[in-house]
């Protein structure tokens, strides 16, 4: 999937690309955490509509990162070279090893992987499809930004579950390594025919509508997410925060198109 963080400013060098960090709120407070965020998978599974939504959220998130996998091995074809096509085979085991972790923790859990996946791919394939780059850079732009928009969504939501699942949906989501290689190439690119900037600016544009079109339907076809979000099972969201949520990721984008040297 995707894992990449945005620059504080849009001055920051594409050399030093920003460390990662969640869009949305923290899970702490002063206080603490409370309520599922203070609880463990033992004590907050026990609640059937918050374990329903976490297999959907963990199925999810797998079968994100199988297709990110299988992308990125076919990005790598497009690689202008040698040492390009390695770094982005390494980047594509990286995201099959994140796999493995959400497949295994599903079945730890109870949930078959393959069922607790397929309610999502056709959503996912079909991102994929309608966003398919047509060359190296837009390759690029997608996993930076494109990629980097579901990230910011699903550790909004980590800030709401319990203490175990967070920390493996905070650790599937790491950067894999395209955050400073993705930034490198494509201001370089730039910097070398800064024609190049328009069209990828618009490329951009078009990946934000397209994820966070696909990020809302797949929330709303799934009733356990939708509750997760909107109040039920993970206490504290509501419907204005749900907003402001998907307003945190859009300015997120725009920080990333500044990273990238390109207007948002």
């Known amino acids: ?10 001055a ?11 869009a949305g709120p923290s899970a702490e407070t002063p206080a603490g955490p409370t309520g599922v965020a203070a609880q463990d998978w033992a004590k907050a599974s026990a ?66 992987p ?24 837009e390759g690029l732009v997608k996993a930076y ?20 699942t967070r920390g493996l949906v905070l650790g599937v989501l790491d950067d894999t390594g ?5 930034v490198e190439k494509v201001r370089a690119a730039i910097e070398a025919d800064p024609r190049l900037g328009g069209r990828l600016a618009l490329w951009a544009r078009r990946l934000m509508g397209e994820a966070l079109s696909q990020s809302q339907r797949v929330v709303a076809d799934r009733d356990a997410l939708s509750t997760m979000l909107v109040g039920g099972v993970a206490d504290g969201f509501d419907l204005a925060e749900v907003g402001r949520m998907f307003s945190r990721i859009t300015e997120a984008h725009t920080k990333r198109m500044a990273a990238l040297g390109l207007a948002a």
């Open 145 to 164: 930004v494109g990629d980097s928009i579901a990230s910011d969504f699903y550790r909004e939501v980590a800030a709401r579950l319990d203490v175990d």
């Open 114 to 137: 393959t069922e607790a996946m397929e309610p999502f791919v056709a959503a996912l394939d079909g991102f994929h499809r309608q966003t398919a780059p047509s060359d190296w850079l």
């Open 1 to 10: 999937m995707r894992f990449m963080e945005t620059p504080d400013t849009a």
């Open 12 to 22: 920051e060098s594409a050399a030093e690309p920003p460390a990662e960090t969640p």
């Open 47 to 112: 609640e059937p509509h918050y374990r329903a939504a976490v297999v959907d959220l963990l199925g999810a998130l797998a079968y994100g990162e199988l297709a990110a996998f299988e992308r990125l091995a076919e990005d790598a074809k497009l690689a202008p070279t040698l040492g390009d096509k390695a770094e982005l085979a390494k980047m594509a085991s990286a995201e099959f090893h994140h796999f493995e972790q959400l497949r295994d923790r599903l079945s730890a859990i109870g949930a078959e």
């Open 178 to 182: 395209h955050a400073s290689f993705a």
